[in-house]
C-alpha cells in the first residue's frame, strides 16, 4: 500500500470550512467514517485524513460473480466471492450501487455484509501464490432495480494509536437485474463449490472451537 498524502489533522472549523467529503457510505465503529479512499477518525478535537493508493499488488478481485438476474428477497446464487493477495486485507464489507453508481439505502442489501478472508489452497490459483478469499453466503436485495455489490477491503494499523482502519481497495460486480417474479437459479462453478463447501467447514470449526 502506497501512502500518497500522509496522515494530516484538520481543526473541526477548518475540516467544515474548507473541505468537502462526501455523506460516508460507511459507518464502523462508533465514530469512525470511511469514505471512498479516505478513513475520517473523529476524536473530541481534531480529524485524521488518511489518503491511501491501490497499488497493483494488493488487488482486490471478484473470484465468483453472483448472477445477472434474480428474484426480489431472493438470495443471490451463487454467492459473491473476493479474492486478495494472502494477508493483505482485514476484512471486507458489500454496499449496494444502483445504476447511476450511488450507494443506496443500506437496508435494501441484507445479509452478512461484513467479512473476515481466510485462505484456501487450490491448485488453480497456487501458481500466483496464496489467496484469501472472503465469500458473502447470503445476501438479499430487497428491491426491484439494476444494482452492482461493491466491496470494499480494509486494513487495520495495530501500531497506530488508536488503531487506524485504512480502505485500501475497492472491486465491483457486474450488473445484477432485480425483479419481482421468479428467475431461473444460477448455477455455479466448480471453484464456487470448492469455496462454498470449505467456508461451510471453517465455520463449523469455528463454532465448536
Do not use: W
Request: include cysteine.
Amino acid at each position: 500500500m502506497e501512502v500518497i498524502q500522509g496522515m494530516t489533522s484538520f481543526s473541526t472549523n477548518t475540516l467544515q470550512r474548507d473541505l468537502t467529503l462526501p455523506p460516508p457510505s460507511t459507518l464502523l465503529f462508533g465514530e469512525l467514517e470511511v469514505h471512498q479512499g479516505v478513513v475520517i477518525m473523529q476524536d473530541i478535537f481534531s480529524y485524521i485524513l488518511v489518503f491511501k493508493a491501490q497499488n497493483s499488488a494488493n488487488m482486490v478481485s471478484v473470484t465468483v460473480e453472483p448472477p445477472t438476474q434474480v428474484q426480489r428477497g431472493m438470495a443471490l446464487y451463487p454467492p459473491l466471492v473476493v479474492s486478495c493477495p494472502n494477508g493483505q486485507y482485514t476484512f471486507f464489507q458489500a454496499v449496494l450501487v444502483d445504476s447511476h453508481g450511488r450507494v443506496v439505502d443500506p437496508d435494501l442489501l441484507q445479509g452478512t455484509l461484513s467479512v473476515s478472508p481466510y485462505a484456501l489452497e487450490t491448485s488453480t490459483h497456487s501458481s500466483r501464490g496464496p489467496k484469501d478469499f472472503a465469500v458473502f453466503p447470503d445476501l438479499v436485495i430487497s428491491r426491484s432495480g439494476t444494482y452492482t455489490i461493491r466491496v470494499n477491503a480494509y486494513q487495520m494499523d495495530f501500531q497506530s494509536m488508536p488503531p487506524t482502519t485504512f480502505h485500501g481497495a475497492t472491486v465491483a460486480t457486474r450488473e445484477i437485474r432485480v425483479r419481482s417474479s421468479a428467475v431461473a437459479e444460477g448455477r455455479p462453478c466448480e471453484f464456487s463449490y470448492i469455496l462454498r463447501q470449505n467456508y461451510i467447514v471453517t465455520q463449523l470449526i469455528i463454532i465448536f472451537i
